[in-house]
């Protein structure tokens, strides 16, 4: 938009806040604006109805809808481009349409964050609704049964629920929930996975198969977890790591392991709960925990996990959701 000059003027028009009036080569237009508080995703679909209504009603081609915000995240932008909205923040993130024009920055961070925003939903608590959601995102859910699944009270589901419906990730209806973006409610739990836990590191000389045997004989209550249990659930490569969850441990396990401290030359990892092990499976008669969570665990490894990950998604977690 060579030589362009944009003038800010107010609104008579109750379906927005204000109006930029932009001069390009072919002409002026006008980014009518409306100013939200929150950008919610949930709230996007009727401010866009009324937005393209009484733009339709005028009759005015030169008119561009606009939503601003103090910060517009990445799943209210997907939303804005869905229902043709233009769009930008006080942070710098635009995605603008003016003509032939394409404006479109994004990624940076959000100066306004207050609280803890959809990190809440990873709680030690709410997690276990996510986690029971995510292991079988087709159902039609009670809060009941979420409560009961998860090991929480009803006012925790709730509360689970109204920040999914906020960002869309569910659909309820006659009082059962159902997710329908599981992928984007993953992806986000994985921007945000820090698992309450404390880690043991040991050594073994053993290969990983006849240590995980002996795992499975000697400790009464284990679950694998990362490159042990993917190769049950979906095999990509081969491991020398081994890795599981324990509720408890101390040094009798160790021994009866034969597992000697993993300073500096660690390659068995304990992860102990300090409670029951979430979402335990029998996979190719061993206990494991759910691929949801052998999924996020393998993205916290370096090298071969994130690729170990990609394919556990695409080839356990993502057929059980269709």
Not at 220 to 248: I, L, M, N
Request: hydrophobic fraction near 40%.
């Amino acid at each position: 938009m060579p030589n362009a000059g944009v003038e800010i003027v107010e609104s008579h028009n109750r379906e927005w806040d204000f109006e930029a009036r932009v001069n390009t080569g072919a002409g002026e237009r006008t980014l009518v604006c409306q100013a939200k508080s929150r950008a919610w995703p949930n709230e996007l679909h009727a401010i866009a109805y009324r937005m393209h209504r009484a733009i339709e009603q005028l009759g005015n081609g030169r008119l561009i809808p606009v939503l601003v915000a103090p910060y517009v995240s990445p799943q209210a932008a997907e939303s804005c481009r869905e229902l043709g909205l233009s769009w930008a923040d006080l942070a710098g993130n635009c995605e603008l349409h003016i003509d032939e024009a394409f404006i479109h920055v994004q990624g940076l961070p959000n100066p306004f964050r207050k609280g803890r925003g959809t990190a809440s939903l990873y709680s030690p608590k709410s997690s276990r609704v996510v986690h029971a959601l995510l292991i079988d995102p087709k159902r039609p859910w009670t809060t009941e049964d979420l409560a009961m699944a998860s090991g929480v009270s009803l006012g925790q589901v709730a509360s689970v629920k109204k920040l999914l419906a906020t960002n869309r990730w569910i659909r309820a209806s006659y009082g059962h929930t159902v997710l329908t973006e599981p992928r984007k409610l993953l992806a986000d739990w994985s921007n945000h996975y820090k698992p309450k836990r404390s880690t043991v590191h040991l050594f073994t000389l053993d290969a990983p198969a006849v240590l995980e045997e002996r795992i499975a004989s000697t400790v009464p209550d284990y679950a694998f977890t990362e490159f042990s249990a993917a190769d049950r659930y979906a095999p990509y490569t081969r491991y020398q790591r081994v890795a599981f969850y324990v509720p408890g441990w101390d040094e009798q396990l160790s021994n009866a392991l034969d597992l000697k401290s993993g300073d500096g030359a660690s390659n068995v990892t304990v992860y102990v709960t300090g409670a029951p092990i979430p979402h335990v499976e029998e996979a190719a008669h061993a206990r494991c925990v759910s691929p949801v969570l052998v999924y996020l665990d393998l993205l916290q490894l370096p090298g071969r996990g994130q690729d170990a990950a990609e394919h556990l998604l695409a080839s356990a977690i993502e057929p059980r959701w269709r």
